[in-house]
T-cell receptor, first 113, second 112 residues
């Protein structure tokens, strides 16, 4: 089954404790992206990757890092999380660029106290 | 600033009625306009998309209308059903682009 898998699905943590949200896709997609969803703001793009070792900033990259060492994986790293990063996060992938149908994971709800 | 403006924020429609959600954009370089549907606890899923070389695209009960001169596009759901109750997002990006911009979402409730 074609899917985008995110882990963990839920996490409560404290300010300053580094965390990583993993994202994996099994569709051999080249393009992957991270979004955060906040009430009243919709989804906003954090980072995207066009292929292995190729990443770029989206609209709201501050406080986040990403890496793309393998085609299937695109982890999101919060090195020093702060309460304003409490949000619902989605990973998505598409065949080879952003203006194509994107397949989304089911989300990771992060609460940073 | 919001690159894609979406309205209304919420919408209640009777079963069998027409649901209409509107979006507007400013960047004339945008030329891919999808709509995504999201159910609670799930990620968004592509519903229908349009490029500006056509003014309308229909897939089943879902239609996108596109007005290039007004820089607006809308989603029409005909014969709305309770199963259509979800949050709908419009979005935009450039052709060949990798940056993607979503609207703020519309929560649709279809009452039996």
């Amino acid at each position: 089954e074609a899917q985008v898998t995110q882990n963990p699905r839920y996490l409560i943590t404290v300010t300053g404790k580094k965390l990583t949200v993993t994202c994996s896709q099994n569709m051999n997609h080249e393009y992957m992206s991270w979004y955060r969803q906040d009430p009243g703001l919709g989804l906003r793009q954090i980072y995207y990757s066009m292929n292995v070792e190729v990443t770029d900033k989206g609209d709201v990259p501050e406080g986040y890092k990403v890496s793309r060492k393998e085609k299937r994986n695109f982890p999101l790293i919060l090195e020093s999380p702060s309460p304003n990063q409490t949000s619902l996060y989605f990973c998505a992938s598409s065949y080879y660029r952003g203006d194509q149908p994107q397949h989304f994971g089911d989300g990771t709800r992060l609460s940073i106290l | 600033q919001q690159q894609v403006k979406q309205s209304p924020q919420s919408l209640i429609v009777q079963k069998g009625g027409i649901s209409i959600i509107n979006c507007a954009y400013e960047n004339t370089a945008f030329d891919y306009f999808p709509w995504y549907q999201q159910f609670p606890g799930k990620g968004p899923a592509l519903l229908i998309a349009i490029r500006p070389d056509v003014s309308e695209k229909k897939e089943g009960r879902f239609t996108i209308s596109f007005n290039k001169s007004a820089k607006q596009f809308s989603l029409h759901i005909m014969d709305s059903q309770p199963g259509d109750s979800a949050t709908y997002f419009c979005a935009a990006s450039r052709r060949g682009g990798n940056q993607f911009y979503f609207g703020t979402g519309t929560s649709l409730t279809v009452i039996p």
